[in-house]
């Protein structure tokens, strides 16, 4: 039963078999742009965390997470939305983490307003 036997990964660093191996050893996880994870927080493997998340230390992930949902505790349950719906829309639509460095630093006082999401497009536009 040990994986040295069928394990393309393992501890030895050879594959030792000649036979493919028929399962999944690993998840991907997808941690999207702008995300905040605690300390110790634990995430499954196969498990999206949407745009702007902000995961609780010590939290178990074992679910896809929404986009700007707080999470926590075991399992992790959103407690809440960072901000309200229209919000949240358009800063998944303004993907404004694609904008360039110059931009963003000359805009940085855009983005510390309260008035960040009345700005964004113009943005696009220097």
Not at 25 to 53: F, H, S
Not at 83 to 102: G, K
Not at 108 to 123: C, E, M, R, T, Y
């Amino acid at each position: 039963s040990s994986p040295i036997f069928i394990s393309p990964v393992n501890a030895t660093g050879f594959k030792w078999t000649s036979v493919s191996v028929e399962f999944e050893e690993y998840k991907q996880v997808n941690i999207g742009n702008d995300v905040w994870i605690g300390a110790n927080a634990m995430i499954l493997g196969g498990i999206t965390i949407g745009d702007g998340a902000i995961i609780g230390a010590g939290a178990v992930v074992t679910k896809d997470i929404p986009p700007y949902a707080i999470v926590g505790g075991i399992p992790a349950r959103i407690i809440r939305y960072r901000f309200p719906n229209d919000v949240i829309n358009a800063l998944l639509s303004s993907q404004w983490w694609n904008l360039s460095e110059n931009i963003l630093k000359s805009n940085i006082k855009v983005f510390q307003s309260n008035d960040f999401i009345n700005h964004i497009d113009g943005l696009f536009n220097t």
